[in-house]
């Protein structure tokens, strides 16, 4: 079974810093990957996907991720975040044909200093 | 505007009722999901549909049930024997079979329940 770890359960960084958080996730083979991200008391929202090709996603927001095999990781990175940005963020593994059954990691707060 | 609905935003019930939550979707999506939510933790998947009239439990689906009648609308019931009933509940719906597997879900803003 497919499982997904986000080693950081909080991370805090100063606005127009640059951001990385990381996810890892056990898979046999090559999965699909999520990562979305959650305001307070709302739903979530997808930044973006990564099902094949090449390796950099480019999302919303200006956020990208890195789908490294070797790494079994799908990091989601930014390079100068806004005090906006200051959410929960999930990364989410699927697994190839018909409808999705994701896993989620169990997410990343992120807080932005002023 | 397409989307997906959920009502209401938030649910107080006294323990030991059950209680139906709403999820209704214009997306013309084949498939559709529920997911509850702890404090701390990743969401959980309850159950899925991935046609009218069938669906399957997912990984927490014990003291909860479903129903899926029409293509837009999966309404969960959160029944008496759900001995923590206490969270946040999202509903999801992707466009499911066809796809040729590279199906992507899409959230509504959620239900808050809480049991008195």
């Known amino acids: 079974a497919q499982s997904v770890t986000q080693p950081d359960i909080h991370i805090t960084v100063s606005e127009g810093a640059s951001l990385e958080l990381r996810c890892n996730y056990s898979?046999?083979?090559?999965?699909?990957l999520f990562w979305y991200v959650q305001s307070p008391g709302q739903g979530l929202q997808l930044l973006l996907k990564y099902f094949s090709g090449d390796t950099l996603v480019q999302g919303i927001k200006g956020f990208e991720a890195e789908f490294k095999r070797s790494q079994s990781s799908f990091n989601l990175r930014k390079p100068s975040v806004h005090w906006s940005d200051a959410a929960e963020y999930f990364c989410?593994?699927?697994?190839?044909?018909?409808?999705?059954?994701?896993?989620f990691g169990q997410g990343t707060r992120l807080t932005i200093n002023p | 505007d397409g989307g997906i609905t959920q009502s209401p935003k938030y649910l107080f019930r006294k323990e030991g009722q059950n209680v139906t939550l709403s999820c209704e979707q214009n997306l013309n999506h084949d498939a559709m999901y529920w997911y509850r939510q702890d404090p701390g933790q990743g969401l959980r998947l309850i159950y899925y549909s991935q046609i009218v009239n069938d669906f399957q439990k997912g990984d927490i689906a014990e003291g909860y049930s479903v129903s899926r009648e029409k293509k837009e609308s999966f309404p969960l019931t959160v029944t008496s024997a759900q001995k923590n009933p206490t969270a946040f509940y999202l509903c999801a719906s992707s466009p499911g079979v066809g796809t040729s597997g590279r199906d992507t879900q899409y959230f509504g803003p959620g239900t808050r329940l809480t049991v008195l």
């Open positions: 898979y046999g083979a090559t999965p699909y």
């Open positions: 989410a593994v699927g697994t190839p044909g018909g409808a999705q059954k994701l896993v």
